[in-house]
């Protein structure tokens, strides 16, 4: 399957918050699983939440209906490069990472192949 260009799209990876158990919910249903214990990482296309990654087991759940293999392996990479980091220097990660590839031409291919 080729690269799925996000030339026009925004991926945010960010913390879930309390105030996302609607959209996590929602995201468990469409994937006919539930929702990951403990702290979780979001992917987020556009400002529509497509994927979820547990953080401590490594549990995911994704939307179906769209093509999220790159951003569950965009969220593995992110906790990944969050667990080398030493605790008392974590506090910056927690924030919120946004790729605008608008105009860029950039595939998630190529994002992800550094």
Known sequence: MPPLSLSLSEITIRP?????????????????????DGPLLLAEVDGELRAALATDTGSVIADPFFRTIELVSLLRK??????????GRRAWFGMRTTLRLVGSGVTQQQLLSD
Do not use: E, F, G, Q
């Open 16 to 36: 879930a918050y309390a105030d996302d158990d609607t959209a996590l919910t929602r995201l468990a249903t469409l994937d006919s699983a539930p929702v990951p």
């Open 78 to 87: 992110h906790a990944a490069v969050s667990r080398s980091i030493p605790r």
